[in-house]
């Protein structure tokens, strides 16, 4: 069975500590796997998608990167803008077309 | 550019009754998810339209939950006898295509539903 696992369930910094979330993974053959960020009260917004080990992204603070089992989600010099919930999420060859989500790890960054 | 919208953004009903949940996508976006999301964890995948058929309805959790996309645009998700876990906030995502591998999710924000 597809399963994704996120950790830390939260992480608190303080502004400009830089950190690492985890997301490990078990799927029968990796499609995709995608990275969200969501704020209280609102939906889930597209950070990036990663396909094959080795592969980086990377956004403003954030870089994103992908092995055979799992990805992390790099933050540098982070700033309060950036505490949310951050969600990752796999696609996987025998999955069809249902998309796992993680529980997602929640971050605080303190000013 | 208008986003995904849902309505109503709230729904409060009694156990036993029927609701109706809608969404609408960003225009000109042929796929269209359906998830729902408890407090505390992610999104659980509902079901996936591509235009105006059901591709991948394996996520509905039994027979009383239900959802159309008539003309391709606007869906509907239906829970019939609704119950009290049924309680979660119900996300609608679309995108422009899933021909052609992977396309990013545009999500609303979402319909509160609590089942008294």
């Known amino acids: 069975e597809d399963q994704v696992t996120q950790s830390p369930e939260a992480l608190r910094l303080q502004e400009g500590e830089s950190s690492s979330l985890n997301c490990s993974y078990t799927v029968s053959g990796l499609r995709g796997l995608f990275w969200y960020r969501q704020d209280p009260g609102k939906g889930p917004e597209f950070l990036f998608t990663l396909y094959s080990a080795g592969e980086e992204k990377e956004k403003e603070r954030l870089k994103a990167t992908l092995t055979k089992k799992e990805s992390f989600l790099h933050i540098t010099a982070p700033k309060p803008e950036d505490s949310a919930t951050y969600l990752c999420a796999v696609l996987s060859n025998t999955g069809g077309f249902k998309t796992i989500f993680g529980a997602g790890t929640r971050l605080f960054v303190k000013a | 550019g208008a986003g995904v919208s849902q309505t109503p953004s709230n729904k409060v009903t009694e156990k036993g009754k029927y609701v109706e949940l809608r969404c609408d996508p960003i225009?000109?976006?042929?796929?269209l998810y359906w998830y729902r999301q408890s407090l505390g964890q992610g999104p659980e995948f509902l079901i996936y339209f591509q235009g105006t058929g059901a591709a991948d309805d394996s996520g509905l959790p039994n027979d009383r939950f239900f959802a159309v996309r008539p003309e391709g645009s606007v869906s509907t998700l239906k829970i019939q006898r609704t119950e009290r876990g049924d309680s979660a906030v119900y996300l609608c995502?679309?995108?422009?295509?899933?021909?052609?591998?992977?396309?990013?999710?545009?999500f609303g924000p979402g319909t509160r539903l609590t089942v008294l």
């Open positions: 995502a679309s995108s422009l295509t899933r021909d052609t591998g992977y396309n990013e999710q545009f």
């Open positions: 225009s000109g976006h042929t796929a």
